[in-house]
């Protein structure tokens, strides 16, 4: 794993932290393990995404 040098802090609803380290509690899995996997899968998806949309990009820029 790589050495983790910077923070991010975020505001939410206590409810919703309060569930969402109970679920994790449950899954024996650390809290912020989960945020940094969410975030990777939403990077990932985000890059396939725009990747898949460039082609389209530079079509309708050749058109014009």
């Known amino acids: 794993m790589t050495k983790k040098d910077v923070g991010l802090r975020i505001r939410l609803d206590r409810d919703l932290r309060d569930e969402f380290v ?34 389209q990009r530079e079509a309708r820029g050749n058109e014009e």
């Open 22 to 55: 109970a679920a994790c509690q449950v899954h024996d899995r650390p809290a912020a393990q989960v945020i940094r996997e969410f975030m990777r899968e939403y990077v990932r998806e985000r890059v396939a995404s725009s990747a898949a949309r460039t082609p």
